[in-house]
């Protein structure tokens, strides 16, 4: 029985459909249970490139995530990930995964709970750091920023605001603060090395109901800020993650239904094609 191309047609985009409905509501491809968030950052200034190897404890199945050439100031997205024990390495840039890492650390993920993982310190004594981020969203209409002090050629820094309010005090090098509350609004942020009357600015604008790092870093021109959104108002996710409400699904667990989708639309596609031919030759 030959199919009619009108009915080809719609069988076709049927199947389009269906491919796009499953790539578009991620929720019905998870529910395995609580998630945390994890992101990585190079915050060592003398130290090269570097990968970094997240692979969790005890469980083969767990895909390992490889990020490859990974430089000073570069810090990831948050990867939303089932709660577990995750295990953190990081090799020199274009080492074989089977090589012996030159740093390890282990980060426990909770249910809700949020964290950086850094490489930190100069490179003579560099490490692995987790940070605990509290991206509880201010209440109030008003904003959260910490600093994440990552300059080693201001190793002790005073950050604050244009009219004089306080972000931090004497932050010392490979170091994060508190989260400090403040107005929404679009401020000047300004940095100097503690004792001294020379200080960096940022201009940048803080949004009500979100949650921000402000990240020092070293160049050749000076010290460089950056302001990181770690969190804005009106998500259940932190900024970059998955907003998973009740579950959640890292982004490489579509990749089993992005490919059967595929596999579908094509095979549709070649069996109308034939059919066409087949019907073009018996007219």
């Known amino acids: 029985m030959i199919l009619p191309r009108p009915t080809l047609r719609t069988l076709a985009a049927a199947a389009a459909v269906t491919l796009l409905s499953l790539?578009?509501?991620?929720?019905?491809?998870?529910?395995?249970?609580?998630?945390?968030?994890?992101?990585?950052?190079?915050?060592?200034?003398?130290?090269?490139?570097?990968?970094?190897?997240?692979?969790?404890?005890?469980?083969?199945?767990?895909?390992?995530?490889?990020?490859?050439?990974?430089?000073?100031?570069?810090?990831?997205?948050?990867?939303?990930?089932?709660?577990?024990?995750?295990?953190?390495?990081?090799?020199?840039?274009?080492?074989?995964?089977?090589?012996?890492?030159?740093?390890?650390?282990?980060?426990?993920?909770?249910?809700?709970?949020?964290?950086?993982?850094?490489?930190?310190?100069?490179?003579?004594?560099?490490g692995l750091k987790v940070f605990n981020d509290d991206l509880s969203r201010p209440a109030n209409g008003r904003s959260k920023v910490r600093v994440i002090q990552a300059s080693v050629a201001a190793p002790v820094l005073d950050v604050d605001l244009a009219d004089g309010t306080p972000v931090a005090k004497a932050v010392p090098f490979a170091s994060t603060t508190d989260y400090q509350v403040v107005n929404p609004g679009t401020w000047t942020l300004r940095l100097r090395p503690t004792g001294s009357s020379v200080a960096t600015t940022l201009g940048c604008d803080l949004a009500a109901g979100s949650v921000y790092s402000l990240l020092v870093l070293d160049s050749p021109r000076g010290l460089t800020l950056e302001l990181r959104a770690d969190a804005r108002g009106g998500g259940t996710a932190p900024d970059g993650g998955v907003d998973a409400g009740a579950g959640g699904s890292s982004p490489w667990r579509y990749w089993p239904v992005l490919a059967g989708g595929a596999v579908a639309v094509v095979g549709l596609a070649l069996v109308a094609a034939r059919m066409r031919r087949l019907a073009a030759r018996r007219t």
Request: zero cysteines; proline letters at 10%; glycine letters at 14%.
């Open 23 to 126: 790539v578009a509501t991620p929720g019905s491809a998870h529910a395995e249970g609580p998630i945390g968030y994890v992101r990585l950052a190079h915050l060592s200034p003398d130290t090269p490139n570097v990968d970094v190897y997240l692979s969790k404890v005890g469980d083969a199945s767990f895909p390992e995530q490889v990020f490859g050439h990974v430089g000073y100031g570069i810090m990831t997205k948050y990867m939303p990930l089932p709660v577990g024990t995750y295990a953190v390495a990081m090799r020199t840039e274009g080492a074989p995964a089977s090589s012996p890492p030159v740093l390890t650390t282990q980060v426990t993920v909770a249910d809700g709970g949020a964290y950086t993982v850094a490489g930190v310190g100069k490179f003579a004594g560099l």
